[in-house]
């Protein structure tokens, strides 16, 4: 009894999660350019629009390459810092970790206007590394959090050891904690490149007058009318964020992960 | 080796870099921000630097104060459908096998991670006359003609508790992983039901863990700022629509930096009080 109950809870609110996505995938392959579902007819030439048209293309080319740069700028802040807090005892820089920890916390809206009135004033407003950057402040908080993780996970008597050896900092760097941290800093990296590539309030009030990444080319297309490539763009993404996130939990502690994440987030 | 104190000069080395970034690029543009609130706007979209209150005065208005009502209200409605959605759910799963667990985590990460312009527009076309559910009723002979359920607010309710729902499982998670697995067998040993186990041990035993999670939802719902404005009216716009249509479609950006301020006072505010009741739950 409780059973069937429980299997029909679940069942509710996984239809609740895939309901959207099922009718949009419905309609992404309609054969004409409407906005039918059940789907009149069956054709993926939708999905083949994403890479001709050169309007899609060319969105598709600079939301990837901002999540790419972004992403990895994101590990580059987050890893030294989290080696430092690691590795020395400065109370007073943990103001860091939480400055990390802001924009991710704080109604997204905030950091979008923040970094829009600095580009502004700053006269950068418009050039497409400003993007880069800004993401990269936006999303540090997972590269940050993840490798926090990953640092308190290392054993310290296995630094020690190498220490005791006569390797120095940087020894001990490369040969023991690199190789400890690695998959906290590809899942850190694997969180910051998805959310990226989703971001649409921070891109659009840096960039959003000059270039299109595909949610503000959705955006703008969603206000001249529906087409369907906007649903096998739709459809494109969640495969996308699917499959890295069924990688990070592959090659890494999923629940483990999200243990943490979510603790360290209050 | 043991964590040490820095001792020279050169061990802050690492910290440059990302202490760099993080000053310039978040904490100089927060700055600017509240600068730019107090800005004076000239004709044409542009300001000057000055020191007025008048972004700020006006907020004293009825216009300003329904906007706020109404997002303050549509956030506790969404925190409140999220929690008592989520935390039933969250306490089977992470109850059942660790594979299932991990099928739904990147289920729901992958809801998570999506975009508000996705989100809006799949339910736009979920609600919509053409390709929307009331045609599957249609198909199946509820409804005799199929129509279109938005813009209204029931269609930006159901879109934010969308958005929000894999957000609360996972801020929910690590707690009831945690959560000790023989408070309920006791219960059960005892003679209660599992629904009567779960409302009178595992619920209280989470109490600071709700009123922490009904908080950090309201916040990020607070957050939403497409959504308002793809599925509903514009008066189901909330205060985060506001500040973006004052920003770029009015070019009003010294109001949209003070409303900015104000939003995150109020979600300061309310961080604060997650924080006290998290050192509540530690204390009990």
């Given at each position: 009894?409780?059973?069937?109950?429980?299997?029909?809870?679940?069942?509710?609110?996984?239809?609740?999660?895939?309901?959207?996505?099922?009718?949009?995938?419905?309609?992404?392959?309609?054969?004409?350019?409407?906005?039918?579902?059940?789907?009149?007819?069956?054709?993926?030439?939708?999905?083949?629009?994403?890479?001709?048209?050169?309007?899609?293309?060319?969105?598709?080319?600079?939301?990837?390459?901002?999540?790419?740069?972004?992403?990895?700028?994101?590990?580059?802040?987050?890893?030294?810092?989290?080696w430092f807090l690691w590795r020395r005892v400065a109370p007073w820089a943990n103001?860091?970790?939480?400055?990390?920890?802001?924009?991710?916390?704080?109604?997204?809206?905030?950091?979008?206007?923040?970094?829009?009135?600095?580009?502004?004033?700053?006269?950068?407003?418009?050039?497409?590394?400003?993007?880069?950057?800004?993401?990269?402040?936006?999303?540090?908080?997972?590269?940050?959090?993840?490798?926090?993780?990953?640092?308190?996970?290392?054993?310290r008597?296995?630094?020690?050891?190498?220490?005791?050896?006569?390797?120095?900092?940087?020894?001990?760097?490369?040969?023991?904690?690199?190789?400890?941290?690695?998959?906290?800093?590809?899942?850190?990296?694997?969180?910051?490149?998805?959310?990226?590539?989703?971001?649409?309030?921070?891109?659009?009030?840096?960039?959003?007058?000059?270039?299109?990444?595909?949610?503000?080319?959705?955006?703008?297309?969603?206000?001249?009318?529906?087409?369907?490539?906007?649903?096998?763009?739709?459809?494109?993404?969640?495969?996308?964020?699917?499959?890295?996130?069924?990688?990070?939990?592959?090659?890494?502690?999923?629940?483990?992960?999200?243990?943490?994440?979510?603790?360290?987030?209050? | 080796m043991r964590r040490e104190a820095p001792q020279?000069?050169?061990d802050y080395?690492?910290l440059?870099?990302?202490?760099?970034?993080?000053?310039?690029?978040?904490?100089?543009?927060?700055?600017?921000?509240?600068?730019?609130?107090?800005?004076?706007?000239?004709?044409?979209?542009?300001?000057?630097?000055?020191?007025?209150?008048?972004?700020?005065?006006?907020?004293?208005?009825?216009?300003?104060?329904?906007?706020?009502?109404?997002?303050?209200?549509?956030?506790?409605?969404?925190?409140?459908?999220?929690?008592?959605?989520?935390?039933?759910?969250?306490?089977?799963?992470?109850?059942?096998?660790?594979?299932?667990?991990?099928?739904?985590?990147?289920?729901?990460?992958?809801?998570?991670?999506?975009?508000?312009?996705?989100?809006?527009?799949?339910?736009?076309?979920?609600?919509?006359?053409?390709?929307?559910?009331?045609?599957?009723?249609?198909?199946?002979?509820?409804?005799?003609?199929?129509?279109?359920?938005?813009?209204?607010?029931?269609?930006?309710?159901?879109?934010?508790?969308?958005?929000?729902?894999?957000?609360?499982?996972?801020?929910?998670?690590?707690?009831?992983?945690?959560?000790?697995?023989?408070?309920?067998?006791?219960?059960?040993?005892?003679?209660?039901?599992?629904?009567?186990?779960?409302?009178?041990?595992?619920?209280?035993?989470?109490?600071?863990?709700?009123?922490?999670?009904?908080?950090?939802?309201?916040?990020?719902?607070?957050?939403?700022?497409?959504?308002?404005?793809?599925?509903?009216?514009?008066?189901?716009?909330?205060?985060?629509?506001?500040?973006?249509?004052?920003?770029?479609?009015?070019?009003?950006?010294?109001?949209?930096?003070?409303?900015?301020?104000?939003?995150?006072?109020?979600?300061?505010?309310?961080?604060?009080?997650?924080?006290?009741?998290?050192?509540?739950?530690?204390?009990?």
């Amino acid at each position: 009894m409780t059973g069937m109950f429980n299997r029909l809870y679940f069942f509710l609110i996984g239809l609740f999660m895939a309901l959207p996505m099922i009718v949009v995938a419905g309609v992404s392959v309609n054969e004409k350019q409407t906005l039918a579902f059940p789907p009149k007819g069956f054709s993926l030439s939708w999905y083949g629009e994403i890479f001709l048209n050169p309007e899609w293309r060319n969105a598709l080319f600079a939301s990837v390459t901002l999540a790419v740069l972004s992403a990895a700028l994101a590990v580059a802040i987050a890893l030294p810092l989290s080696w430092f807090l690691w590795r020395r005892v400065a109370p007073w820089a943990n103001i860091f970790q939480l400055i990390g920890i802001a924009p991710f916390t704080l109604p997204p809206v905030i950091t979008a206007l923040g970094l829009l009135t600095f580009w502004a004033t700053t006269g950068f407003y418009g050039q497409p590394w400003t993007a880069v950057i800004s993401h990269a402040i936006f999303f540090v908080t997972l590269p940050l959090v993840t490798l926090s993780l990953g640092f308190t996970a290392i054993d310290r008597s296995l630094v020690e050891a190498a220490a005791t050896m006569g390797a120095d900092d940087r020894t001990i760097f490369r040969t023991v904690v690199l190789p400890l941290i690695l998959p906290y800093m590809v899942s850190g990296y694997a969180f910051a490149f998805v959310l990226s590539l989703n971001e649409y309030i921070v891109a659009y009030m840096t960039v959003g007058f000059v270039m299109e990444t595909l949610p503000i080319k959705i955006f703008n297309a969603l206000r001249y009318g529906y087409t369907p490539t906007m649903a096998s763009v739709t459809i494109l993404f969640v495969a996308t964020a699917a499959v890295i996130f069924s990688l990070v939990a592959r090659f890494g502690d999923l629940p483990k992960l999200l243990g943490a994440m979510a603790s360290e987030d209050k | 080796m043991r964590r040490e104190a820095p001792q020279k000069i050169g061990d802050y080395a690492p910290l440059f870099f990302p202490a760099m970034m993080l000053i310039v690029f978040f904490v100089v543009p927060f700055a600017t921000m509240i600068a730019v609130s107090f800005f004076q706007r000239q004709q044409g979209g542009f300001y000057v630097p000055a020191f007025v209150l008048s972004n700020y005065e006006r907020f004293i208005s009825w216009f300003f104060a329904n906007v706020l009502g109404f997002s303050l209200m549509l956030a506790v409605v969404v925190a409140i459908c999220c929690v008592v959605l989520a935390l039933p759910f969250t306490y089977l799963l992470t109850r059942m096998k660790r594979k299932v667990q991990i099928v739904w985590l990147v289920a729901l990460l992958s809801v998570l991670s999506l975009s508000e312009v996705i989100i809006g527009f799949a339910w736009s076309t979920l609600f919509s006359r053409t390709a929307g559910i009331t045609n599957l009723l249609v198909m199946a002979g509820i409804m005799s003609e199929a129509k279109a359920l938005l813009p209204s607010f029931g269609a930006v309710l159901t879109g934010m508790v969308y958005q929000a729902f894999p957000y609360t499982v996972l801020v929910l998670y690590p707690a009831l992983v945690r959560l000790d697995p023989t408070l309920t067998e006791a219960a059960r040993t005892l003679g209660a039901s599992p629904v009567r186990a779960f409302f009178t041990v595992v619920v209280p035993a989470l109490r600071n863990t709700i009123v922490a999670t009904l908080i950090m939802v309201f916040i990020f719902a607070l957050g939403s700022y497409l959504l308002p404005q793809l599925l509903g009216r514009p008066q189901h716009w909330t205060l985060s629509v506001l500040i973006t249509d004052q920003a770029i479609y009015q070019s009003n950006m010294p109001f949209a930096a003070a409303m900015a301020v104000f939003l995150v006072l109020v979600t300061l505010g309310l961080v604060a009080l997650t924080v006290l009741a998290g050192r509540k739950g530690e204390a009990a």
